[in-house]
């Protein structure tokens, strides 16, 4: 049997991806309840931001991260900072 990666997905959250299977631009993320390499668990009710937020899935021995980290925590860190005018 074949389960499709759809299962359990309602209408407005199929709704919600392009064609390529990413969500639009623009849209609510979905709650999540995803466990952290840390242990803890992490719920987008916890952690959301006023201004956003950014949630990224990266491995950590994959050659590209690796190579992108730096620039990666160089952008967060600047993402965090913030926004003129508050």
Do not use: W
């Not at 309602?10 to 991806?17: D, L, N, P, Q, V």
């Not at 999540?32 to 916890?46: C, K, P, S």
């Not at 990224?56 to 925590?73: D, E, L, Q, S, W």
């Amino acid at each position: 049997m074949t389960i499709s990666p759809k299962a359990g997905y309602t209408a407005e959250e199929r709704s919600m991806e392009t064609a390529s299977g990413q969500p639009k631009l623009g849209q609510n993320a979905i709650d999540f309840d995803l466990q952290g390499t840390d242990g803890r668990r992490y719920r987008l009710a916890d952690i959301s931001g006023a201004n956003g937020t950014l949630v990224m899935f990266i491995c950590n021995h994959c050659p590209y991260v690796k190579a992108a980290i730096g620039r990666t925590v160089a952008d967060v860190r600047e993402l965090q900072k913030p926004a003129l005018g508050q």
